[in-house]
C-alpha cells in the first residue's frame, strides 16, 4: 500500500495482537536481554506497567529469532479456577481448528502439512495420554519442529498473583520442567505481567530458592524514552500519514508525550484520535485538532481518573486553592515516588505570589489525597515518601489542568 494512501487505523494500531511493523520502535537493550534469555537455562520474567509494550516486544523478538510460542492467558486461568482449565481451552481450540483443517484438506484429497493419515493417531494421543500441561508441551513441540526453540508465555501474571493456589500451580509448571519427561520436550517459560518481583510472588508458595533459581528477569520494561516517544509520534503522524502540524512541533511533541507519560499505548491512542481529527481538516493539525483529540481520548482512555482528579480539586474558590496546586505538583514531577518536601518546593516555584511567606501544610495535603475509597496517592510503606495510585492519575491530571494567572485551572472539562 502505498504511503498516502494509509489510514490512520492503518498506522496507529494501538490494542492490535500482532507488531504493527510499521510503528513498532526498537528497544535494543531489551531486546538483546530477551533474545540472550532464550539460550540460557533459565525460564524468563518480563515486567513493566500496563501499555508500556510488554507484548511488543516478546513477539517481535520471538518473530524475528523464529521461536514458536503459544500464549496462555491468565485471565482465563483465575476465570476458571485452574491453570490446567485454561491450559484445556487452549488445547481444545487449536486443536478443533486443527481437526477442521485437516477434515477439509482430506476432503480434497491432500494431505494437511505432509502429517498424512499419522494425524489423527497423535492427535487422539496428545489428548488421551497426558496431563494438561504436557499435553500442552507436547503440541508446542509438535508444531515448532525438532529443532525450534519454543517457548509458552504466561501473560497477564497481575491476574493470580494475588491467589495462593494459582501462583502455585505456576510454580509447579516451572519446576516439572526440571523432570526428564518434561524437560524432554525443551520449552521454556516465558512469565510476563505488571509486578516486580514475580518470582518471589511465586515463593510464596514455596521455597524461594527453588523458584528464584529457576527465573532470570529482564530489566523492566518501562515507558518510551523521550526520544523513543518522539520516533514513534513522527514517524506515525508526519513520515506515514504526511499530516502537517501547525505551530512549533517541538512544543506540540513535548504536550504529547508529558501528558501520555510517554506509555507506548496511551501514545498510539492518542496519535489516532490526532490522526483522525487532522483527516478531517485538510490533513493539518492546528490547537483545535488537537484540543478535540485529547478530548476524545481522555474520554476514552482516562475518563474514570479523570473524575477522580476533579472529585478531588477544591470545591469551592479559595485565594490560594492549596489542595489544587498539591495535585498538579504531583502530576507533573517526574520522579515515581516523592516526599512532601519535594512538593512543597515545586509549588513555591510555581505559584511564588501565593506561596511566599506562607506555611503550606503540604504534609497534611498530601496524607488527605491518600485517603478514601479511590485515593490520588499511595503512601510508601516504612517512608515518607508518595507515589500516584496509578500511572493514568498523572496523564489525567497532566490532561485536564494548567496553570492560568497563577492558579491551576482545568484545560478539560469533565468528561
Known sequence: MALFNLNPDDVFTPRSANVNPRLYVP???LEEELSDGLTESQHLVIFGESGNGKSWLYKNVFESADVYYEVINLVQASAFGSLAA????KLDRREELEKTEYEKSTSAGMKPSGVGADFKGTWKYVRGRKEPFERVLAYIRKKAGRWKRAVVVFDNFEQIASSEEL???VSNCIILL????????????VLVGTPAGIDEILAKSGNIQTISSRLKEIPEVERMSVDEAKVLMRLGLEDLLRLQISGKKEVFYDRLLKITDRIALE???????????ARKKNNTIDQLVLNRAIAKWARNSIRSYCTMVSSRLNSRET?????????????IIEKESFTYREIEASIRELF???????????SGELSRLAKGDKPLLKKLPNDEAYRLSSPK????????????????VKSLEDL
Open 86 to 89: 485454561a491450559f484445556e481451552d
Open 178 to 189: 526440571d523432570d526428564p519427561i518434561y524437560a524432554e520436550y525443551g520449552v521454556k517459560i
Open 27 to 29: 528497544r535494543p537493550d
Open 167 to 169: 501462583c502455585k500451580q
Open 352 to 362: 511564588p505570589a501565593s506561596t511566599k511567606g506562607v506555611t503550606l501544610n503540604v
Open 393 to 408: 492519575v498523572r496523564m489525567a491530571i497532566r490532561a485536564m489542568l494548567e496553570i492560568s494567572n497563577g492558579k491551576v
Open 267 to 277: 501514545l498510539q491512542e492518542l496519535g489516532l484520535r490526532i490522526a483522525k481529527e
Open 319 to 331: 485565594k490560594a486553592a492549596r489542595r489544587n496546586q498539591c495535585i498538579y505538583a504531583c502530576g
